[in-house]
């Protein structure tokens, strides 16, 4: 990573001082930039002419002046001068640049708008200035991995807005303030959610009055510091905690019986400290998936029969506890049980582990323990046992006995299937999917992962998907990611290789692409993965040579969803409903238990209640750069939830909102429908006077935008067809499978949205009606849209389902000739009807068909299309055929269109897709960032929703 790249002499923040007053119109100071660029050669290519808002790689404005400013991973070098006056900045991530030195300067006061800082990985020095209190909007602080030294200012305690703190890997020290009436402290934090202090010198106790359940911490991470006392009770508080660290420090005396309080836990490490007393009683810690308990001086007791509670457990860490008695044979059956190690106790008599052993079990270590023989056992069992220095490997062994005497290496790296693509070039690497190329190397670091059988390659997978969708999802060039070489290092951390790999026809990624990349990788927060993996950080890679060897899990496009992956979603599904429990007001109360109780999917498909603080938060207050749409309702925000995932925030106009019964229809009807072909909702919310609905993000636009070219999208004619049938599906779920059925209304082509993979999602719901809703046959208002309504329907007010399927015949007449369905005044439905010759080829229609359905392939069945599309649009609704009719019909006009396809070129629907992203990735820079709670940038153009 930027080793071949010329370093720059760059006193940084000197220069963003220039920049402020060049943006303010000072024409000495565009001179004295130019000036000093040239001195000090500082020429990323786009940084050219005086205005360091036209383009330049790295720095976003907004009205003249600078906002964001993204340098991750560009080999910076120098210092932070004390001139910091950019008033208006936001955003500033220098991560990942380790020849940035020297102290944060005071002056960082002066940034006051600064919402996210991350200087992640950098050699930053000397104390954290207090200063840094004065910074009241900032939400996201990142310093990890530096060489800060001193104490943690007790001023941080008046950034109020904090979410996120991260100081982890310096050399802080001391004791964590906290406040007491006229000192603030850390904890007036109360809207953070995670404390990452790992890796400092902190000492003196953990002061009890830190915690309190006002606060919202998630992650608490203490871990290898060296606080002394006992773990203070009132962590018991702080009710929202999923992972808790507190391992290898000095921490004496009891655990607290109040931790068992933290039910939402699922990471719990208390490891290598001087903890006495009874072994903890984490019978109510019913989420816990990690568990390491490992040396402390607990009380001599036999095994606690808690276990049994951990219906989620992985891994149970308990060496060195003084466990003795025999072990029970009901902890083997816990179903989601991987690991258990119990080295170095008093464990004796029999090991009795039964035939009917969880199946998920890959390791019981019981080195130096008491124990004498082998009971009931499964000789063809795929588990690891280990039985070193117990008594029964001693002396005369049995054979059954002696297996589990040795310890045996394990190799993770080829205990996965190697990939079988060809051979690459020298310098280039296979991808998941057999391309060679040179991709982006890291070694990540994951502070916990909910599992720890790294031989099973499905937690890659799925980590590896995880991670791909949200490159994706930002619109990074990124086609796939692998995963390679996991290993625990000796803090039960784990790394892993990551390879990721360009889109497009470029073997790598440019310079702004990879620190871009960086700068996602480094902020932490991945989107959209389970709450259980990260956070994590970048080690320099460690390069796997021979790569035959290596394993690969490769993420495809739209890979399958795991299991495991459904299991520690289901557990978040559990905390969302218990948090949107609390909030909800009793109008709502019903429909949202409704929706929830059909949360059992992948995706939080119930419809959850959200907060219009929550919303406005998740928008960046609404802002303009989040708008990606607007139309006669109101207006539609991009958004990232606190989770990771993107959604789309329809914000309806005072003037246009629902009566509050037809909101609640629509909320209603949607939380219903499940269909990979309609837009899901995500929630809503109804509060502060406004009505807003939560979808989940669509990334690629609306078909009306394609087809236009406006997206910059261009589909081919299997493509296209692979559109209709979607939508087609859609519709017909809505027409035939829903309970009760029903009639979307509003079918065009602006309502047809695109995913990452161009399967379209049928949009809003908000003319929608359920054939069961009462009152609709004294309908008295025709509602719609022109050019796709029915004729019966508007002369007749007759409603049924064959009205939607007029109205999808438009959009097929559509998907053809690329036209509106009324443009220049000539409707489409008569323009086809008078041109159609079907004596010729092509029914004569070659001059109104789109010039790009036809690029690459022969235009095979398109005339049974068009002879569906023309019964869709008959006048009257018998005439016309039923959804799931139109729905075979397309299917076989796909196999013709497959089967015959002599085509110029390979049906190469995907060279549309990566032509596309490559296109896109000269923006890489208008990206939003990850941390949904901060701020997002808008890749404009990239998505709508009506
Ligand atoms: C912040 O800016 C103000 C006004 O320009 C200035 O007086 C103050 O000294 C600056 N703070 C620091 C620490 O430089
Ligand atoms: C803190 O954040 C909230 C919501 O995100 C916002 O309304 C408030 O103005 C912020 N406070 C400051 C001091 O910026
Ligand atoms: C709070 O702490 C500060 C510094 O530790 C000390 O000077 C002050 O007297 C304390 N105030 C009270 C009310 O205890
Ligand atoms: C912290 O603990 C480590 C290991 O116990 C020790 O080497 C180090 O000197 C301690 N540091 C401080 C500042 O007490
Ligand atoms: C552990 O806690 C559970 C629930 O709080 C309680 O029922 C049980 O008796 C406790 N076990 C022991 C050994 O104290």
């Known amino acids: ?100 030195t020297g102290p944060l300067p005071a002056s960082i006061e002066n940034l ?30 990142s310093l990890k991995n530096n060489r800060f030294s001193g104490l943690i200012p007790p001023s941080m305690g008046y950034m109020s807005n904090l979410t996120f703190l991260d100081i982890s890997g310096n050399k802080l ?230 297996k589990y005497c040795n310890i045996s290496p394990t190799d993770y790296s080829n205990s996965t299937p190697p990939s079988n693509c060809p051979a690459c070039s020298s310098g280039q690497v296979a991808s998941p999917n057999c391309i060679c190329a040179k991709p982006y190397k890291q070694r990540l670091v994951f502070t916990f992962v909910s599992f720890s059988n790294l031989g099973n390659s499905s937690y890659f997978k799925a980590l590896s998907d995880n991670l791909t969708s949200s490159f994706q999802n930002k619109s990074h060039p990124v086609a796939s990611v692998s995963l390679s070489h996991p290993s625990w290092d000796s803090f039960s951390q784990l790394e892993l290789n990551i390879e990721i790999f360009r889109s497009g026809n470029r073997v790598s990624f440019n310079r702004a692409e990879n620190s871009a990349i960086t700068s996602v990788l480094s902020n932490q927060i991945l989107e959209g993965r389970p709450i259980n993996f990260g956070p994590y950080s970048l080690l320099p890679s460690a390069d796997p040579g021979g790569s035959n060897k290596a394993l690969i899990i490769g993420a495809a496009i739209g890979g399958s969803v795991l299991l495991s992956l459904l299991v520690l979603v289901g557990v978040y599904a559990l905390h969302q409903k218990k948090r949107a429990d609390k909030t909800l007001s009793d109008s709502i109360l019903l429909m949202q238990r409704t929706g929830i109780s059909s949360a059992d999917g992948p995706q939080l498909k119930g419809a959850r209640l959200f907060s219009f603080e ?8 609404f802002s303009e750069a989040n708008n990606i749409g607007s139309g006669g309702y109101g207006q539609v925000y ?91 599906r859609g519709l017909a779920y809505l027409h035939e499978y829903a309970n009760p059925t029903i009639i979307h209304r509003d079918i065009k082509s602006n309502n047809i949205l695109l995913d990452k993979d161009l399967e379209p999602k049928v949009a809003d719901f908000g003319l929608s009606k359920s054939m069961a809703a009462s009152g609709m046959n004294s309908e008295t208002t025709v509602k719609g849209t022109l050019g796709y309504l029915d ?27 690329g036209r509106s369905p009324i443009e220049k005044g000539m409707y489409i439905v008569r323009l086809i009807r008078m041109t159609m010759d079907k004596t010729k080829d092509l029914y004569n229609l070659d001059d109104i068909l789109d010039p790009f359905i036809g690029l690459q392939t022969e235009l095979n069945g398109l005339e049974k299309f068009v002879d569906l599309a023309m019964s869709c649009v008959e006048e009257l609704q018998d005439k016309r055929p039923r959804m799931g009719e139109v729905v075979k019909l397309l299917e076989k006009i796909i196999q013709i269109a497959a089967l015959n396809a002599t085509t110029k070129n390979p049906p190469s629907t995907a060279a549309s897709y990566e032509e596309y992203a490559s296109q896109d990735s000269k923006d890489i820079y208008s990206r939003d960032f990850d941390y949904s709670g901060v701020f997002a940038f808008e890749d404009r153009g990239s998505s709508s929703m009506t």
């Open 614 to 621: 929550e919303l406005k938060k998740c928008t960046n207050g």
């Open 173 to 402: 020290t001391d004791s964590i303030p906290v406040s007491n009436g006229t000192t603030p402290g850390l904890d007036m934090l109360q809207n953070a959610k995670h404390f990452h202090f790992s890796n400092n010198q902190l000492s003196g106790s953990i002061p009890p009055q830190l915690f309190s359940s006002n606060m919202s911490l998630i992650h608490l991470l203490f871990d290898r510091n060296n606080f002394t006392g006992s773990i203070p009770s009132t962590i018991g508080l702080v009710k929202t905690l999923t992972a808790v660290r507190l391992d290898r420090n000095s921490l004496s005396g009891p655990v607290p019986s109040s931790l068992s309080n933290l039910s939402n836990v699922a990471e719990l490490h208390l490891s290598n400290n001087r903890l006495t007393g009874p072994v903890p009683n984490l019978t109510d810690m019913t989420s816990l998936n990690y568990v390491d308990i490992s040396n402390n001086t607990f009380d001599a007791s036999d095994f606690p029969n808690w276990f049994s509670a951990l219906i989620s457990v992985t891994t149970l860490m308990m060496e060195n506890t003084r466990l003795q008695g025999q072990v029970p044979r009901a902890l083997f059956s816990l179903e989601n049980l991987e690991t258990v190690r119990l080295r170095n106790n008093n464990l004796s008599g029999s090991l009795d582990i039964g035939t009917t052993y969880g199946r998920r079990l890959h390791l019981i270590d019981l080195q130096k323990n008491n124990i004498t023989s082998l009971g009931q056992n499964n000789e063809g069992s795929n588990y690891n046992l280990t039985l070193v220095e117990n008594p029964i490997c001693a002396g005369s062994q049995n054979n059954i006995a002696k």
């Open 1 to 100: 990573m930027g080793q071949t790249r010329a370093t720059h002499v760059f006193m940084l923040l000197t220069l963003i001082g220039f920049f402020l007053i060049a943006t303010e119109g000072n024409d000495q100071d565009y001179i004295t930039i130019r000036t000093l660029m040239d001195d000090w050669g500082i020429k990323p290519q786009s940084w050219v002419g005086s205005d360091p808002c036209a383009n330049w790689e790295g720095i976003i404005c907004n009205n003249s002046r600078i906002t964001a400013i993204s340098l991750a991973d560009m080999s910076l070098k120098g210092q932070l001068s004390t001139v910091i006056d950019l008033s208006e900045l936001q955003i500033l991530d220098l991560s990942s640049n380790k020849d940035l």
């Open 112 to 141: 006051t708008k600064l919402v996210y800082l991350n200087l992640v990985d950098c050699r930053f020095s000397g104390p954290i200035p207090a200063t840094i209190g004065s910074l009241k909007k900032l939400s996201y602080l």
């Open 791 to 817: 004729p019966e329907y508007y002369m007749t007010q007759k409603l049924t389902e064959k009205s939607d399927v007029y109205s999808f015949g438009v959009v097929m007449l559509e998907l053809i000739t």
């Open 638 to 728: 991009r958004g990232g939830l606190p989770t990771g995932q993107m959604v789309a925030i329809k914000r309806a106009k005072r003037e246009s909102m629902q009566g509050a019964p037809e909101f609640k229809i629509e909320v209603e009807l949607l939380s219903r429908v499940h269909h990979k072909n309609l837009v899901s909702l995500v929630g809503f919310c109804l509060e502060h006077g406004e009505q807003m609905l939560v979808y989940e993000f669509v990334p690629n636009g609306d078909l009306r935008d394609t087809l236009s070219g406006k997206s910059g999208i261009r589909l081919d004619w299997m493509r296209r067809l692979n559109v209709a049938l979607g939508a087609a």
